[in-house]
Structures are given as structure tokens and as C-alpha cells.
């Protein structure tokens, strides 16, 4: 069966650190995979999707950055982290069209 | 882009008793599928039923069921025989192919599901 990891699950940075959030997908090929951040007693929004190795798509302009250096893994980066990157991170695999999305269990990532 | 509106942000239920939470979207698709998910206080995301949308016949998962209205761009989720363990965030995410060939969820903001003993 398919799984997928996301860590770390607690995360507190200063303002103006780097960032890199992890997410691996296991029993599956070429899937679909997302990036969404939820704030606090809100809905998700999508921040970056990938269809294969080194696509990325962004949706919001942001000073976050995504990256998939392999078939089942999707990394978010920042090279400078600001308050308003606090919230709630989660990660996503899809098999495509009309198949539902399955999430990680979410970075809780707060800026101090 | 779509829209999907949760008219209600909150919700109480009597334990085994029956609720329906809405939601409403604009879409100018004609092929794409909808789903309910569930995020209890752990923040996980659990799915919980899914819909096509050029099927007419109403999902059904156990005792989570929508009521769809696709001229009405309407996706009720009715949670019969209500349990504690439902008590959760709800959100209505419909779906669409995007430019980039990656299929997209567009989430509500979520309707709070308090279950009372």
C-alpha cells in the first residue's frame, strides 16, 4: 500500500533561517505531488504541485521554493524565512485525473 | 479559478442523530470530481467520500453520504447516526485539471462539526 512521510512535524525558526521540509511517497510511481499551507482555522491553499521529476508549478508568488529531485520526493525550501511563513505545511500525492489526494501528516512551522 | 463556499463555519449535532453540511462552487468545467475531507483536532486529513461528476447517483460511504446538485453546483455531505469521532473540520474540495496537465483541488474554508454526547 501507498504511504507518505513528511517531517519534521514540529519546526520553530528564526526570522531570516533557511528552511527545508521533506516529503516522501512509498508504493507508488510518478504521482502527483503538492504543497499546501494551512493558517490557523482555515481551509488549505496550494502553494506548489509537481507532475514529474523537476516540474514544478508555483500558485502563489512567495519566497518559498519547491523542489523534486526524485520520482517520490518533494522538498519546500526558503532561503530566508519571514513571519508570515508560520502555519500549518502539508504535503500531498495524487494519482491523477479524478483520484482523490492523500496527505502527510503536516510541518507545524512557527517563526520566532 | 473555482470558488467554493461553506456557508456555515459551524455546526453542533446530537450523538445518532443526523447532519448536513453544504457547500457551493463555480466551476466552469464540465469534467471533475468532488470530495469531503475531514481534519479532526490532529490535523490530518482524512477523506472521506468522493463524487463524479457526470455520475447522477449520489455517493454513499458507510454513513457519510452527499446529496449532489451539479446544475446547482451544490455537494452536500450528510453524516447520518452521528458519532463522537466525527467531530471534526469539514471541507468541500472540488477538483479540476489544471494548465500544467496536474489535477487540482480547491479547498472551502471548512465547516466545524461539533458532535454533543
Redesign the interface.
Known amino acids: 500500500s501507498q504511504t507518505i512521510h513528511q517531517w519534521p512535524a514540529t519546526l520553530v525558526q528564526p526570522v531570516g533561517s533557511p528552511l527545508s521540509l521533506e516529503c516522501t511517497v512509498e508504493g507508488t510511481s510518478n504521482p502527483?505531488l503538492?504543497w499546501y499551507r494551512?493558517a490557523a482555522?482555515?481551509?488549505?491553499q496550494?502553494l506548489f504541485?509537481?507532475?514529474g521529476i523537476g516540474?514544478i508549478?508555483s500558485e502563489v508568488p512567495q519566497n518559498l521554493s519547491a523542489s523534486r529531485p526524485q520520482d517520490r520526493q518533494f522538498i519546500l525550501s526558503s532561503k530566508k524565512l519571514l513571519l508570515s511563513d508560520s502555519g500549518?505545511y502539508?504535503c500531498?500525492w495524487?494519482l491523477?485525473?479524478?483520484?482523490?489526494?492523500?496527505?502527510g501528516?503536516?510541518t507545524?512551522l512557527s517563526i520566532l | 479559478a473555482q470558488t467554493v463556499t461553506q456557508s456555515q463555519p459551524e455546526m453542533s449535532v446530537q450523538e445518532a442523530e443526523t447532519v448536513t453540511l453544504s457547500c457551493t462552487y463555480d466551476t466552469s468545467e464540465s469534467d471533475y470530481y468532488l470530495f469531503w475531507y475531514k481534519q479532526p483536532p490532529s490535523r490530518q486529513m482524512i477523506l472521506v467520500i468522493r463524487q463524479e461528476a457526470y455520475k447522477q447517483q449520489n455517493a454513499t460511504e458507510n454513513r457519510f453520504s452527499v446529496n449532489f446538485q451539479k446544475a446547482a453546483k451544490s455537494f452536500s455531505l450528510k453524516i447520518s447516526d452521528s458519532q463522537l469521532g466525527d467531530a471534526a473540520m469539514y471541507f468541500c474540495a472540488p477538483g479540476t485539471y489544471s494548465g500544467a496537465g496536474s489535477y487540482q483541488l480547491t479547498f472551502g474554508k471548512g465547516t466545524k462539526l461539533s458532535v454533543i454526547p
Open positions: 502527483n503538492y494551512q482555522g482555515r481551509g488549505l496550494l504541485y509537481s507532475v516540474q508549478s500549518f502539508l500531498a495524487s491523477g485525473r479524478g483520484q482523490p489526494q492523500h496527505f501528516d503536516g507545524r
